[in-house]
């Protein structure tokens, strides 16, 4: 099976800073991603890594360890509009498949 | 360019009855995606297209889902005689061809937010 295992819930301070991790047990591997969501909307895509290592883009960084099966996001400076649920999804597949498979998401929830 | 559309962005149906999504993606992508997510959940496949060709589908899309991408532009998914388990909000998404999972990401719309009553 393929399957994807992140935290249900974190909760932070504003201004702090948090990790949320995920583990991915997949058929395949071909990259994680990042993706937020607030209450109603779209997922929305904030990272990418293929490769071992951090990747930073502004306030949030991803981290992938691809022997561990592992990786992070961690966003930094939090900001009470960061208060969403955030998903790690994998591509599992081959060269013929694009699908991902995502993560049930972790509810952030910002304090003042 | 205004993203990804769907329509309509809320349904209610009877058990039983038929209905239909409307998913328009961003113009020049040619691989448009379909998701199901339920509350507290991430978004699980249902199938995907690449231009107009149907390239995969999900053990989850029973034979009472269909999904059409005629012309490779927009794509409607029909779901026949519903359920109850129905229920969800049905994602849409599209990408850009020859970029894998591009570094820029799926382009999600909004969703249909489907309930059978």
């Known amino acids: 099976g393929q399957s994807l295992e992140q935290p249900s819930e974190v909760t932070a301070v504003e201004g702090a800073i948090v990790q949320i991790n995920c583990t991915y047990q997949?058929?395949?591997?071909?990259?994680l991603s990042w993706y937020q969501q607030h209450d109603g909307g779209a997922p929305t895509f904030l990272s990418y890594n293929a490769l071992d290592g951090l990747e930073e883009t502004g306030r949030f960084s991803s981290f992938l360890s691809r022997s561990d099966s592992y990786g992070y996001l961690l966003l930094q400076e939090l900001q009470m509009k960061d208060s969403a649920s955030y998903f790690c999804?994998?591509?599992?597949?081959?060269?013929?498949?694009?699908?991902?498979?995502f993560g049930s998401g972790t509810r952030l929830l910002v304090r003042p | 360019d205004t993203g990804v559309s769907q329509d309509p962005r809320h349904k209610i149906t009877k058990r039983g009855q038929n209905v239909t999504f409307r998913c328009d993606p961003i113009s020049e992508h040619n691989r448009l995606y379909w998701y199901r997510q339920t509350l507290g959940q991430g978004p699980e496949f249902l199938t995907y297209?690449?231009?107009?060709?149907?390239?995969?589908k999900s053990r989850l899309l029973s034979d009472r889902f269909s999904a059409e991408r005629p012309k490779g532009s927009f794509s409607t998914l029909e779901i026949q005689r519903t359920e109850q388990g129905d229920s969800a909000m049905y994602l849409c998404?599209?990408?850009?061809?020859?970029?894998?999972?591009?570094?820029?990401?799926?382009?999600f719309g909004s969703g249909t937010r489907l309930t059978v009553v």
């Open positions: 998404a599209s990408s850009l061809m020859g970029q894998g999972v591009p570094k820029y990401g799926y382009t």
């Open positions: 997949t058929s395949g591997f071909y990259g």
């Open positions: 297209f690449q231009n107009e060709a149907q390239l995969e």
């Open positions: 999804a994998v591509r599992p597949g081959g060269d013929s498949s694009y699908k991902l498979i």
